[in-house]
Every structure is written in structure tokens, then in C-alpha cells.
């Protein structure tokens, strides 16, 4: 059974960092691509950064552009998530998905193509 495990989240000030974890199990994370998406109360689900399956390939949302960065270690069947000059606008749990997409360069931040997902792990970004 398939099994996505999120980590890392806690209290930050703004202008701080985390790096958050997701921890697969039960099916082959390399042929999967693997997207990072957050929901701040009252708001809908955004993605925010995604991995394609070949060559690593990375898309930010305008939002993290230049602050988030996304990396897989396959080896360890983990994905990560590291958020820097965080804000409070960057409150929110943070879900990891995977998407079925064998040796490709592409990867989407669009909910609805997602097969796996995790439960989540909260970040609150205040003073």
C-alpha cells in the first residue's frame, strides 16, 4: 500500500527557513513526478513546486520563485522542499503528491493529475 509521509513543518519567523521531507513507500518513486502543494486557511489548494521524472527537471509557482527549491533523492524514496525567506503569506500545510510520469521531462502543479497524496505537515510563519 501506498504510503506519502510529510515532514519538517513547525513555526518559523518570517525571513527564516525550513526544509520540509516526504518519505514515499509502497510503489517506485522514480517513476513518478512529485509536486509540493500548500492550502492556507480559507483558500484553495495551490501548487507550488514540482520534479519531473528525467533530468530533474523543476517548475516554481510565481509565488516561491526564487525561495523554494525542490530536489529527489531516489535512492532514499524522498523528496524535499526547502523554503527560504519564508513569509507569512508562506502559512499554510504543505501536501507532497506523486503523479505516474515514467522518463519524462515534465511535471504538473495541477491537483487533479496527482495519484498519491500525503496528509500534510503545517508551517506558520509569524513573529
Known amino acids: 500500500q501506498y504510503q506519502l509521509v510529510e515532514s519538517g513543518g513547525g513555526l518559523v519567523q518570517p525571513g527564516g527557513s525550513l526544509r520540509l521531507s516526504c518519505a514515499a513507500s509502497g510503489f517506485t518513486l522514480h517513476y513518478y513526478s512529485m509536486t509540493w502543494f500548500r492550502q492556507a486557511p480559507g483558500k484553495e489548494r495551490e501548487g507550488v513546486a514540482c520534479?519531473?521524472?528525467?533530468?530533474?527537471?523543476?517548475y516554481y509557482a510565481d509565488s516561491v520563485k526564487g525561495r523554494f527549491t525542490i530536489s529527489r533523492d531516489n535512492a532514499k524514496s524522498t523528496v524535499y522542499l526547502q523554503m527560504n525567506s519564508l513569509k507569512p503569506e508562506d502559512t499554510a500545510v504543505y501536501y507532497c503528491?506523486?503523479?505516474?510520469?515514467?522518463?519524462?521531462?515534465?511535471?504538473?502543479?495541477?491537483?487533479?493529475?496527482?495519484?498519491?497524496w500525503g496528509k500534510g505537515t503545517p508551517v506558520t510563519v509569524s513573529s
Open positions: 503528491a506523486a503523479d505516474f510520469l515514467p522518463y519524462s521531462t515534465t511535471c504538473k502543479l495541477v491537483e487533479d493529475a496527482m495519484n498519491y
Open positions: 520534479i519531473s521524472t528525467s533530468d530533474d527537471i523543476t
